[in-house]
T-cell receptor
């Protein structure tokens, strides 16, 4: 099946730093989604992207749908301790199949 | 409530026993999904329901796993003769059937299953 490669697997940063993580695929995706999962909770949808090149912000979060349609990135500006969690990318391929999830990026923020 | 709800939140069972996990999707969402997440890992797709269509069971790991969705709403995931490797968090998600929202899955808090 489809696979999404998400990197980095984990990040340990200082509060106030900006964060960038990305997701790549070997095939074209039509939709990219980014989720955040906090300990003991289910993933929460952060941003949905539907057009190649689309750049969408949600507060301090910005995500982009890569122009090649094979990648997406998520940036978090001025990180704060509550940004801690696992961030998952997810995508829908050209055949309109169900969401494929990346392996997640575990973010840790040092106050 | 407005979100996806799951029960129980935690379940501890002895090896060999059967368990049932319940999911209440968001009202109006006709698509429902079950995933399994082992500790510190990503999401493993289990099964997908869409309206009255036959479910997509392609992700079920063995015939000990089954799921039902009654009346197009509530779903129950059943694991028979549980094994220790079944220990994980079981997540349910729902989404709209059509339109761009069809791909936006909304997750419940999960049921943490521990098999001793």
């Amino acid at each position: 099946g489809q696979q999404l490669n998400q990197s980095p697997q984990s990040m340990f940063i200082q509060e106030g730093e900006d964060v960038s993580m990305n997701c790549t695929s070997s095939s074209i995706f039509n939709t990219w989604l980014w989720y955040k999962q906090e300990p003991g909770e289910g993933p929460v949808l952060l941003i949905a992207l539907y057009k190649a090149g689309e750049l969408t912000s949600n507060g301090r979060l910005t995500a982009q749908f890569g122009i090649t349609r094979k990648d997406s990135f998520l940036n978090i500006s001025a990180s704060i301790p509550s940004d801690v969690g696992i961030y998952f990318c997810a995508g829908v391929d050209n055949a309109g199949n169900m969401l494929t999830f990346g392996g997640g990026t575990r973010l840790m923020v040092k106050p | 409530g407005a979100g996806v709800s799951q029960s129980p939140s935690n379940k501890v069972t002895e090896k060999g026993k059967d368990v049932e996990l319940r999911c209440d999707p968001i009202s109006g969402h006709t698509a429902l999904y079950w995933y399994r997440q082992s500790l510190g890992q990503g999401l493993e797709f289990l099964i997908y329901f869409q309206g009255n269509s036959a479910p997509d069971k392609s992700g079920l790991p063995s015939d000990r796993f089954s799921a039902e969705r009654t009346g197009g709403s509530v779903s129950t995931l059943t694991i028979q003769r549980t094994q220790q490797e079944d220990s994980a968090v079981y997540l349910c998600a729902s989404s709209l059937a059509l339109g761009t929202g069809a791909y936006e899955q909304y997750f419940g808090p999960g049921t943490r299953l521990t098999v001793t």
